[in-house]
């Protein structure tokens, strides 16, 4: 099927479509930073640079879609409304956002290009949200049944990343539609992948040591926080150490959520890849490290970008486009789905059985 990605982003969850055969010949991205790696990633995908929201654009991408043969639309909107990890903590703040509504532009374009199969994922908050229909505001599952009428089926469901092939536990909720006539099964589950299965062969590396392996090198770090995590074993943070916590220069400790200046833990998936992945502040960002001869903890610092590639199913080997930072490509993976569970999902789609689930 010919496909378009709505807020497309750089496409991180689009790397293995071909391979289910979904070929994305458009793409839609507001910032056009974004839009210039999509298109240093995805070349042969025709990139429309511009607002949803805006008419113009909308019919641009109406017309395309159609002039392309699109039957599927995927659509990934913002999520940064939602997340409790954003400054949107109580779900009232979740209709004062409107990055939360953009996906009603998704839904009109579906709709005029007679799409066959539709797919929106988001984080499992989304579900919380309602929509105006009709004078009265409704889940975006009941605006599904309600929009694609009985022509289709509308699923929802939450997948974890961590239950198929991905080491990392990552919570999506998606929205599934197609017509009635095809089939869309849900994928199996699989057995989790461990850190120490997905990253566990991969050399030591402190803070600022280069490996010649591609993509794996070590970030700089404050040296206070190096100190901090060295005192810090696998799957605990810092602030519970008696000493070397996280402190002012006065020695009085840094008021912080607990979850920060964490490790992982070898013997489970990576916790869920947040944006801000390249900081050891941040919500479990650390590597689990190894217990030392001297007593202190190895590997006092964030993923390389090899690891986090590998943790996000994407190719390790990747190169990080030159039309963004690593800084900058980093938080794009941490915002992105897995592109490994994303083909999952779609392979599970089948055209031609002429069976409804």
């Known amino acids: 099927m010919n496909a378009i990605s709505l807020f497309s982003g750089v496409g991180i969850g689009e790397f293995y479509l071909r391979d289910v055969n979904i070929n994305v010949v458009l793409a839609n991205e507001i910032v056009k930073s974004r839009a210039d790696t999509y298109i240093a990633l995805y070349p042969t995908t025709e990139m429309i640079c511009g607002d949803i929201c805006d008419s113009e654009i909308k019919q641009t991408i109406i017309r395309k879609s159609k002039s392309k043969n699109v039957k ?6 913002p999520c940064q409304g939602l997340s409790r990890a954003g400054s949107n903590k109580t779900d009232i703040a979740l209709l004062s956002d409107g990055r939360n509504f953009l996906i009603l532009n998704a839904i009109e374009i579906a709709t005029e ?3 066959t199969h539709f797919l929106i994922e988001n984080v499992p908050r989304f579900q919380n949200m309602l929509f105006p229909h ?13 929009t694609f009428g ?6 929802v469901q939450v997948f974890n990343a961590a239950d198929y092939g991905v080491p990392q536990i990552r919570n999506r909720v998606v929205y599934r539609v197609w017509e009635k006539g095809t089939k869309w099964d849900v994928p199996k589950k699989e057995r989790p992948i461990s850190l120490m299965e997905a990253i566990g062969d991969l050399p ?15 970030r700089k770090h404050p040296s206070n926080q190096i100190e901090w995590m060295q005192h810090t074993p696998q799957g605990c943070s ?7 916590f996280p402190q002012k220069k006065d020695g009085t400790k840094i008021i912080g959520y607990k979850n920060c200046y964490t490790r992982m833990k070898w013997d489970r998936p990576a916790p869920t890849i ?3 992945n390249e900081i050891m502040s941040s919500q479990e960002n650390v590597h689990p490290g190894r217990l030392l001869a001297n007593g202190l903890w190895s590997d006092a610092r964030v993923l390389t970008p090899r690891e986090l590639f590998i943790v996000s199913s994407l190719p390790a080997d990747l190169d990080i486009p030159q039309t963004v930072s690593e800084t900058a490509f980093r938080q794009l993976v941490g915002e992105g789905i897995p592109p490994l569970m994303l083909k999952k999902i779609l392979r599970a789609i089948n055209l031609h059985t002429g069976v409804e689930r």
């Open 134 to 146: 009709e004078g009265k505001l409704v889940s975006l599952e009941e605006l599904l049944k309600l």
């Open 238 to 244: 810092a602030y519970t150490n008696e000493e070397h």
């Open 72 to 77: 599927f639309v995927l659509a990934t909107p």
């Open 204 to 218: 030591s590396l402190e803070a600022c040591d280069i490996s010649p392996i591609k993509n794996h090198y070590a």
């Open 113 to 115: 290009i007679g799409a």
């Open 150 to 155: 009985n022509q289709y089926i509308v699923d």
């Open 274 to 276: 947040t944006m801000r």
